[in-house]
T-cell receptor, first 114, second 116 residues
Framework: NAGVTQTPKFQVLKTGQSMTLQCAQD?????MYWYRQDPGMGLRLIYY???????DKGEVPNGYNVSRLNKREFSLRLESAAPSQTSVYFC?????????????FGPGTRLTVT | QKEVEQDPGPLSVPEGAIVSLNCTYS??????FMWYRQYSRKGPELLMY????GNKEDGRFTAQVDKSSKYISLFIRDSQPSDSATYLC????????????????FGKGTKLSVKP
């Protein structure tokens, strides 16, 4: 039981390049989330998927797109990376609503955009 | 005013001390309250989870919620060097506006260092 896994662990991009961050969970959770964590800003929600087939914007969605590929996988895409997107990105998942507030996090992806 | 306020620290204590970490919040609709622990360069891990007001104890950790004061606390007894981490409070109002079920609002985290 690996929990929430993320790939890659580290990435360096040049401005304007694109990339996709991958996330998978093996806990049979319905909901999945993408956060970014910046010094002094805490964790901020980018996008979330309450269930397979649905996605919604969070607090800071600009410059990102997401895909809920199936129940297990939720990817985050940067179409044209900018230095302001340098951050640590965390994926999380949670179970059915009512108990869904317990979110479990992956190990993170450290992204640097130069 | 931010929805959730948390003193970023850093907080440094000697081993064996009692540690008190706190958050205040402004949204009276928050019902679920959590504490996450985040070691350096790792993802947050859920430490404590409480619903509404009251206390919850788990080993050396006690979480308190005072909804009348919009104030939550995490106490760590007999603190150990292994407790050195950043502690994040988080809370949510299930079924909030925009269908944001389960969306957590996080404090910015308090960095704790326990010295041997």
């Amino acid at each position: 039981n690996a929990g929430v896994t993320q790939t890659p662990k580290f990435q360096v991009l040049k401005t304007g390049q694109s990339m996709t961050l991958q996330c998978a969970q093996d806990m049979n959770h319905n909901s999945m989330y993408w956060y970014r964590q910046d010094p002094g800003m805490g964790l901020r929600l980018i996008y979330y998927s309450a269930s397979e087939g649905t996605t919604d914007k969070g607090e800071v969605p600009n410059g990102y797109n997401v895909s809920r590929l199936n129940k297990r996988e939720f990817s985050l895409r940067l179409e044209s990376a900018a230095p302001s997107q340098t951050s640590v990105y965390f994926c999380a998942s949670s179970g059915a609503s009512g108990v869904g507030v317990k979110q479990y996090f992956g190990p993170g992806t450290r992204l640097t955009v130069t | 005013q931010k929805e959730v306020e948390q003193d970023p620290g850093p907080l440094s204590v000697p081993e064996g001390a009692i540690v008190s970490l706190n958050c205040t919040y402004s949204n009276s609709a928050f019902q679920y309250f959590m504490w996450y622990r985040q070691y350096s360069r790792k993802g947050p891990e859920l430490l404590m989870y409480t619903y509404s007001s009251g206390n919850k104890e788990d080993g050396r950790f006690t979480a308190q919620v005072d909804k009348s004061s919009k104030y939550i606390s995490l106490f760590i007894r007999d603190s150990q060097p292994s407790d050195s981490a950043t502690y994040l409070c988080a809370m949510t109002a299930v079924g909030g506006p925009g269908g944001s079920q389960g969306n957590l609002i996080f404090g910015k985290g308090t960095k704790l260092s326990v010295k041997p």
